[in-house]
């Protein structure tokens, strides 16, 4: 999966409302077997929120989460999941990942953007996410990535995406790679290479 928390980014949320907005719409896009909503609106349509957080731990089994830091791991209840979920809506955009036709959570989408110049009022972005492990090999990542691309060529405010990757995840660089990204000389932290789309 790609490192969503190897990116100690926090969003800015002043710089301009407008843009704010393009990551509030609900669906953020759609693919042909997936749909990215805001958390919050899953939130809000979701049977019950332990019923939610329950789909959530399904995630974040130890193989999706192992390489990531250690606020991540060993989450052993609903309560410290739930914390888990708003420390990632504080940190950034925070999406889900669901099957178009059956609604099922099968992944969750972290964005976080930034100001890339005082000059311009574009945004980099950042984009971390995690798929459940019985959904690997399935090609969503690549599509989810794809479809994000294209949302993003529409925002005339996003100049860049880039995201970070642990040196040993193959299918994720290869994810990234087939969908345009090139490895940046960008300094990160070890057995972590960034990856960038302009």
Same mark, same amino acid.
């Given at each position: 999966m790609i490192k969503p928390c190897s990116l100690k980014l926090k969003s800015t949320y002043n710089v301009n409302m407008k843009r704010i907005? /393009? %990551?509030? #719409? #609900?669906?953020? %896009? /759609?693919?042909?077997?997936l749909v990215i909503k805001p958390w919050q609106v899953l939130e809000k349509k979701a049977l019950s929120k332990q019923i939610l957080l329950e789909e959530v731990n399904n995630i974040l089994s130890p193989n999706v989460i192992k390489d990531l830091p250690d606020s991540w791991q060993n989450l052993n209840s609903l309560e410290e999941i739930e914390e888990w979920v708003n420390d990632r809506n504080q940190e950034g955009y925070f999406y889900g990942i669901e099957y178009l036709e059956s609604n099922e959570l099968v992944g969750l989408l972290f964005l976080y953007a930034e100001n890339t110049t005082l000059i311009d009022d574009t945004i980099a972005l950042r984009l971390g996410y995690l798929l459940k492990e019985s959904k690997w090999g399935k090609g969503l990542a690549s599509e989810m990535i794809a479809a994000l691309i294209l949302w993003s060529k529409d925002q005339m405010s996003i100049r860049s995406i880039s995201a970070g990757v642990e040196v040993g995840n193959i299918g994720s660089i290869k994810v990234l790679e087939k969908n345009g990204f090139v490895k940046s000389n960008h300094e990160m932290p070890i057995g972590v290479l960034l990856y960038e789309l302009r």
């Open positions: 907005d /393009i %990551f509030n #719409s #609900s669906p953020l %896009f /759609i693919t042909a077997r």
